[in-house]
């Protein structure tokens, strides 16, 4: 892992680069996850150079004094800008709380992409008030609802699922409940219009946290965004069915 300093503290990140002379694209990941969730990626560094970030307090990034909402949101933009800067990364991928951040960049910040990946996310991200309370009151019993089937995973792959209870289990309560909470308080439902780079918008058809018509609604409200649906995925279709996410994310950025 690489690191840059920035506000103060240092965010980590790993870089992947076989020679691709594409665009360096950018991958941001959600509640309590890492830069881990992004490691089949990796392959497409065959065309474009690849960089996946932990954001402050998760992985081995530094964390941030920020009350959920827009201070942190805000304040993880500043980590991912940080980091695109230092590797000079025009294209941003986002997963669920990572595409709220990416889309808090395209429509609050200076920082210009050249295109945005969007995938189990949404213009508004409301969370289950039982999951809220769990993770105020009960951890454990929020990390089994989300590792239930079609929440993050589609078929109960015991890697993927260990993969992903560890992220959050080492980024602990506190964090994980920052993440889910500023993810609630997320709503850009009106501003959608003002996204003027191209856009994929990618859902896996059987996730039950960030469904379909998210995704739809991406691809209605934004002028300039392609839908992709991949079947056998649920929120975290880039781990799930990971080659038919990166052959439609290939297919895209190539244009």
């Known amino acids: 892992m690489e690191t840059v300093f920035h506000h103060g503290r240092e965010t980590a990140y790993e870089a992947h680069d076989r020679g691709g002379e594409g665009v360096t694209m950018l991958c941001v990941h959600g509640s ?46 500043d980590d991912v800008i940080a980091v695109a800067e230092e590797t000079d990364s025009n294209i941003l991928v986002g997963n669920s709380l990572g595409g709220a951040i990416v889309l808090h960049i395209a429509l609050y910040r200076e920082f210009e992409p050249d295109a945005l990946v969007l995938t189990g996310t949404g213009a508004k991200l409301a969370v289950l008030e039982d999951l809220l309370a769990w993770l105020s009151e009960d951890f454990e019993r929020a990390i089994e609802f989300l590792h239930e089937p079609e929440h993050l995973f589609y078929d109960e792959n015991d890697e993927l699922l260990a993969l992903s209870r560890k992220s959050m ?87």
């Open 32 to 77: 309590g996850g890492s830069s881990e969730v992004w490691k089949s990626q990796a392959r497409l560094a065959d065309e474009r150079p690849v960089v996946a970030l932990d954001l402050s307090g998760h992985g081995e990034s530094e964390d941030i004094n920020a009350e959920a909402g827009f201070g942190a949101l805000s304040a993880y933009a």
């Open 169 to 255: 289990e080492e980024c602990g309560r506190a964090v994980v409940e920052r993440d889910f909470r500023s993810c609630h308080t997320f709503d850009v439902r009106g501003e959608l219009g003002d996204i003027d780079v191209p856009t994929l918008a990618v859902c896996g058809e059987h996730d039950r946290l960030t469904p379909p018509e998210y995704h739809e609604y991406l691809a209605s409200e934004i002028p300039d965004c392609e839908l992709v649906a991949i079947d056998g995925a649920a929120h975290m279709v880039m781990l799930e069915q990971s080659e038919a996410f990166n052959e439609r994310v290939s297919d895209f950025l190539d244009q």
